[in-house]
């Protein structure tokens, strides 16, 4: 009778080792280095640029909340905003003031009026309104956002690239 084999070799064991090599670790460390070098920049500039759009996005949003606001609670409501200091004010559904703040380098260029408030049907009192926010990018590129709102209170952006 044959004995089946069972795939079981007898015999000292080898020892497998685990891990990397020196050699292998450089070159990652390398190619890193590499990837740093020419991508850092690029995110650098894709972060300021987002910056920007991201406080005219907030700012959008909060033009947006006080119409509402106005609209549910039939009373008036107003976006203060100051262009020295780099904010606008609100008050919210529940009566609470509230001021936000643009980081810097984001500022406002312009807006055209201060004061935009909104009446219980939900358009404009103040009339059409202009708020412009730039943010400088690279040494010769800002991207300036402005938001325009209508007198029945819809709001457009348009991103312009222009020189700082």
């Not at 007898?10 to 990397?20: I, L, Q, S």
């Not at 590129?141 to 312009?160: F, K, P, S, Y």
């Amino acid at each position: 009778m044959e004995r089946a084999e069972t795939g079981c070799r007898k015999g000292p064991r080898r020892r497998t080792e685990h891990g990397f090599s020196l050699t292998e670790m450089l070159v990652v460390l390398a190619l890193l280095a590499m990837f740093i070098t020419f991508i850092g920049p690029a995110f650098s500039e894709s972060y300021r640029a987002y910056k920007v759009r991201s406080a005219a996005l907030e700012l959008t949003d909060t033009l947006r909340a006080a119409r509402q606001v106005a609209v549910s609670t039939r009373t008036p409501a107003s976006v203060i905003i100051d262009t020295a200091a780099g904010s606008y004010s609100w008050t919210d559904a529940k009566g609470t003031g509230r001021t936000a703040v643009l980081h810097p380098p984001v500022r406002f260029v312009s807006a055209s009026p201060a004061t935009i408030t909104f009446v219980t049907n939900g358009t404009v009192s103040t009339g059409a309104a202009t708020i412009s926010l730039q943010n400088t990018v690279t040494s010769d590129r800002a991207d300036r956002w402005t938001l325009e709102l209508n007198t029945v209170g819809r709001i457009t952006t348009t991103r312009t690239v222009v020189t700082p």
